[in-house]
Every structure is written in C-alpha cells, then in structure tokens.
C-alpha cells in the first residue's frame, strides 16, 4: 500500500424526504443562491418546486439557471458566472445529474476570478484559489461530482471536454434522497451504474502498486452491490432500496475512498470517453460501456492478465485461470453490460471506424494537460479503441 492523504469535507445527509432540508441548510451558508438546474426533469417530478419552495421559506432569495444540458457546456457556464456576479450570488446550489452539479462548481469557481475565464483552468494554465460554496442535490446516481472535488465540462468552440479538479470544489453540503431518482429512465439508470463502477475499476485496474487488498476489497464490494443495484432498479424503479444502493454505491465509488492507498493512477477509460462524448454527444456512461470490454482486453494483453483473472472470479465469479480465466472475466462483464441494455462496443454506440482516428486525436489534449502524452499516447489509446470496435 502507498502513502496517501484522505480528506474529504463534504458534510453527506442521506435519505428519504431530506430534499426538505434544503432551506435550512443553505441558510446557514449564504443568503443568495443560484439554483443551477437540467432541461426540466426536476421540474417534471416536482423537485424544483420543493427545493426553491423551502429556500423561499428559509429567506434564501433565488437566481435561476436552468437548461443545463447533458456533457454540460462552456457558454453556459459563462452565463452562470455573469449571473453569480450580477447577482451577488454567495452559494450555488445544484439540483440535478453530474451535468448541472459539475456546471454549478464551474460557475462556484468562475464567480470568484477577477475575469470569469474558469477555462484556463481546464487547460492547466491557472488554478482555483476559491470558490462560492456549493451545495448539491443529486437527482441521478453516477458522477459522484456531489462528494468530490472534480469537474467536466466540454468548451464547444475548441470540442475538447476536459476534465479537472480542486479542493475548494467539493460541496460544502450534499443532500442524496433516492427517491428523487426514481423518475430516472432505465437507459440513464444503467449508464449511472456504469459510470460508477468505471470510477472504480480505474484505480483498481490502473495503480501501480500490486498489493492492494483493503481498496481492492472494498473496491469489489462496491462494484457488486452497484451491478446488483442497478439491475434492480432497472426493474422496479420505484425500489426504495435498490436506488438507495445504487446512490450510495455512487457516491462513494468517486470520493477518493476507494484509491487511497494504489498510488498515482490515471483514468484512461474517462480520458477518451471524455472524447468521445465531446465528438459525438452520447451520454457518458454509455461510452464508458462501449469503451471498457475493449480496453479491458487491451490491458490482459498488453499489461497483464492477473488483476483481470481477480476482478473475473471475486466481482462475477467467473472461475478459470490463465487466457481462460481472462477469457471468463470478458464475458462476463460484457453479460452485464447487455444484460441493463448498455452497449458493449464502440460499433453499438453508432460509431464508424473512420472515426476513430479523430477520437485518438482528441484525446490527445488532456493527456498534454495531465502530463501523459507517454502513457497515454495517441498509439496506446489508438490500439485501445481498435480492441474496442
Ligand atoms: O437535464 P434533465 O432534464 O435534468 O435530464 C437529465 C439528462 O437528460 C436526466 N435526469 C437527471 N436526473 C433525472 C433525470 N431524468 C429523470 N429523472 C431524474 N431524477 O438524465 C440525463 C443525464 O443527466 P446528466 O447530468 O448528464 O447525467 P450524469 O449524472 O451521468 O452526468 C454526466 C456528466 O458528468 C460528468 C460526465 O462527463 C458528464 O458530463 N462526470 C463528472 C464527474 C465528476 N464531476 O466527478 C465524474 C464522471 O466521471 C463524469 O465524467
Ligand atoms: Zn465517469
């Protein structure tokens, strides 16, 4: 195991009906709050009238942002900032997906520099000093964005989505009641429970160190209950329980829990999904399911087969050894992945192989940013998205 430090300030109530506690909570942070919100989910279900209802309630006055949308963009965030600054907002609050979480912390951040241009920080030319408090109310369990300190935003002038973090990004308070997602479809219940096990399979597939056996353990664990979870969400999606495992499955799998200890990793999956999504707009966590079997088969081959035999048989049990047990573990994931309707290649999600090249291109930009233009070379992630044609 390696040396770690684990600190995570992000104050968690969890449970049925604490979206009541929202008034409360953010009164006792700030008196003026923007209220970042999607394309009308929250609205449809009744969310957005409770929570603005119970900052009325608490004096908390309210600044409206709506109409995030999916892969959040740039041009909104720049209206968020403008309307912080006009508005002397001092806490955002964030009710909706990872996009609208990830787009609060974005203008959090934004609100706070003397030119508003968060971008830069993206493209690892400036770093957040401070940010306004940020308080989150997930309404889909997947990002994680509502326990940590990161954020992804695409800039659709350049087509780049970036991926950056600090830790004056991690919400101040976060207010997870599964009951606010049972409206959740099934497809973006299942692109969720991707999402999440992907935040765990990084740090177990991609630290360097190979003896691991407490974040393994617990890395495992999670990846269970989070298959089992949203199998049985997609099933019965008024299941109190199942979307209550799937939420806190969620969020613990992203703050920084789970890769304490394995070392300095990155997220290859995340880098070129992340370009993927940019390109083509699909939904995150579909991407991921059409990248990971392929990238998956890249890693047995070209890094190793053990920890693939290892996450086969303790995730799946799928028994076997040697290329047989590699063999087993594929399958079995990629049962999975059919089994809650994701796709499990990049052909399924509609992608041709002539675009290929542009995705491998793309990508290239954030591994210059994080440093990885060696390990995450424009070849390696080339062969990984061929393995996952
Ligand atoms: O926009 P609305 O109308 O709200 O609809 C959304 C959207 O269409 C809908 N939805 C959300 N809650 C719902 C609901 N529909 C019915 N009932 C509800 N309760 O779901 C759709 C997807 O929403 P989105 O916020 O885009 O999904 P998700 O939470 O998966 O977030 C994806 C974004 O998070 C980023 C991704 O890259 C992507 O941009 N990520 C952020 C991370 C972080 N900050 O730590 C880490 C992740 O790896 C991820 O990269
Ligand atoms: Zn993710």
Same mark, same amino acid.
């Given at each position: 195991m390696r040396s770690f430090e684990f600190h995570n300030p992000t104050r968690i109530l969890f449970g049925r009906g604490v979206t009541e506690k929202c008034g409360d909570v953010v009164s006792g942070i700030g008196r003026k709050a923007l209220l970042v919100t999607g394309g009308g989910s929250v609205k449809r279900s009744g969310y957005y009238d409770r929570?603005?209802?119970?900052?009325?309630?608490?004096?908390?006055?309210?600044?409206?942002?709506?109409?995030?949308?999916?892969?959040?963009?740039?041009?909104?965030?720049?209206? $968020?900032? +403008?309307?912080?600054?006009? %508005?002397?907002?001092?806490?955002?609050? #964030? *009710?909706? $997906?990872? +996009?609208?979480?990830?787009? %609060?912390?974005?203008?959090?951040?934004? #609100? *706070?520099?003397?030119?508003?241009y968060v971008w830069q920080v993206f493209e690892g030319k400036r770093t957040i000093q401070k940010a306004l408090p940020v308080v989150t109310i997930p309404s889909l369990a997947a990002s994680g964005s509502e326990m940590n300190g990161y954020m992804v935003i695409t800039n659709e002038s350049s087509?780049?989505?970036?991926a950056t973090g600090s830790p004056h990004l991690y919400p101040r308070v976060s207010l997870l009641d599964p009951e606010i997602t049972f409206t959740v479809p099934s497809d973006y219940t299942a692109y969720g429970g991707v999402d999440a096990v992907c935040h765990l399979m990084e740090p177990y597939f991609n630290g360097p160190d190979p003896v691991t056996p407490v974040s393994d353990r617990i890395a495992e664990g999670l990846m269970i209950s989070i298959m089992e979870a949203t199998e049985q969400a997609i099933s019965a999606p008024l299941d109190f329980e199942a979307r209550a495992a799937l939420m806190w499955g969620a969020t613990l799998a992203l703050n920084g829990l789970t890769k304490a200890g394995v070392g300095e990793h990155h997220f290859p999956v995340h880098m070129i999904e992340h370009s993927v999504s940019a390109l083509f707009d699909v939904p995150h966590g579909a991407g991921l399911a059409a990248l990971l079997p392929g990238w998956l088969r890249w890693y047995a081959s070209e890094v190793g087969p053990a920890k693939v035999i290892q996450f086969g048989n303790r995730v799946f049990q799928a028994g076997g050894e040697g290329e047989e047990g590699v063999g087993r573990a594929m399958n079995a994931l990629e049962a999975w992945l059919r089994k809650i309707g994701a796709p499990a290649s990049l052909s399924e999600l509609g992608i041709g192989r002539e675009d290929l090249d542009r995705i491998a291109d793309n990508s290239q930009f954030q591994a210059g940013v994080w440093g990885l233009k060696e390990e995450l070379s424009r070849g390696r992630v080339m062969s990984v998205l061929e393995a996952a044609f």
């Amino acid at each position: 195991m390696r040396s770690f430090e684990f600190h995570n300030p992000t104050r968690i109530l969890f449970g049925r009906g604490v979206t009541e506690k929202c008034g409360d909570v953010v009164s006792g942070i700030g008196r003026k709050a923007l209220l970042v919100t999607g394309g009308g989910s929250v609205k449809r279900s009744g969310y957005y009238d409770r929570v603005k209802r119970t900052l009325e309630a608490a004096d908390v006055a309210v600044i409206d942002l709506q109409g995030v949308k999916s892969n959040p963009v740039l041009s909104k965030v720049v209206e $968020g900032i +403008s309307l912080a600054k006009e %508005g002397e907002v001092d806490v955002v609050v #964030a *009710l909706g $997906g990872g +996009s609208v979480m990830d787009t %609060g912390k974005a203008v959090a951040a934004g #609100a *706070l520099m003397d030119d508003g241009y968060v971008w830069q920080v993206f493209e690892g030319k400036r770093t957040i000093q401070k940010a306004l408090p940020v308080v989150t109310i997930p309404s889909l369990a997947a990002s994680g964005s509502e326990m940590n300190g990161y954020m992804v935003i695409t800039n659709e002038s350049s087509g780049y989505k970036l991926a950056t973090g600090s830790p004056h990004l991690y919400p101040r308070v976060s207010l997870l009641d599964p009951e606010i997602t049972f409206t959740v479809p099934s497809d973006y219940t299942a692109y969720g429970g991707v999402d999440a096990v992907c935040h765990l399979m990084e740090p177990y597939f991609n630290g360097p160190d190979p003896v691991t056996p407490v974040s393994d353990r617990i890395a495992e664990g999670l990846m269970i209950s989070i298959m089992e979870a949203t199998e049985q969400a997609i099933s019965a999606p008024l299941d109190f329980e199942a979307r209550a495992a799937l939420m806190w499955g969620a969020t613990l799998a992203l703050n920084g829990l789970t890769k304490a200890g394995v070392g300095e990793h990155h997220f290859p999956v995340h880098m070129i999904e992340h370009s993927v999504s940019a390109l083509f707009d699909v939904p995150h966590g579909a991407g991921l399911a059409a990248l990971l079997p392929g990238w998956l088969r890249w890693y047995a081959s070209e890094v190793g087969p053990a920890k693939v035999i290892q996450f086969g048989n303790r995730v799946f049990q799928a028994g076997g050894e040697g290329e047989e047990g590699v063999g087993r573990a594929m399958n079995a994931l990629e049962a999975w992945l059919r089994k809650i309707g994701a796709p499990a290649s990049l052909s399924e999600l509609g992608i041709g192989r002539e675009d290929l090249d542009r995705i491998a291109d793309n990508s290239q930009f954030q591994a210059g940013v994080w440093g990885l233009k060696e390990e995450l070379s424009r070849g390696r992630v080339m062969s990984v998205l061929e393995a996952a044609f």
